[in-house]
């Protein structure tokens, strides 16, 4: 059974920085495309990172330029990366298998993990 097992939040200051992780269970990393989705308080999840098996990325529009997606198949391990965090970015924090770059995500939830940016 696919899961997912995020870590690396916390909380930051704005225009910070800070490293994500997310588990994969299986090796699977290879093939799917892989995203990472937020969730704040009150709002419905968004996507905002997705890489493909071949390394295409996108980015949502208020993380480009700030957020990288990466991944390290040997590790079954997708990372985002942050900087320059805003109070904005403040959200739990998911990784998933991708539909296709643009998602939907598809597959289990794992728990998140928090991203609280605040001074």
């Known amino acids: 059974q696919v899961q997912f097992v995020e870590s690396g939040g916390g909380l930051v200051q704005p225009g910070g920085s800070l490293r994500l992780s997310c588990a994969a269970s299986?090796?699977?990393?290879?093939?799917?495309?892989m995203g990472w989705s937020r969730q704040a308080p009150g709002k419905q999840r968004e996507l905002v990172a997705g890489?493909?098996?071949?390394?295409?990325?996108k980015y949502a529009d208020a993380v480009k330029g700030r957020f990288t997606i990466s991944r390290d198949n040997a590790k079954n391990t997708v990372y985002l990366q942050m900087h320059s965090l805003k109070p904005e970015d403040t959200a739990v924090y998911y990784c998933?298998?991708?539909?296709?770059?643009?998602?939907?995500?598809?597959?289990?939830w794992g728990q998140g993990t928090q991203v609280t940016v605040s001074s």
């Open positions: 998933n298998v991708l539909l296709s770059l643009s998602g939907p995500p598809v597959g289990p």
């Open positions: 299986g090796n699977f990393l290879s093939i799917y495309a």
């Open positions: 890489l493909t098996s071949t390394g295409s990325t």
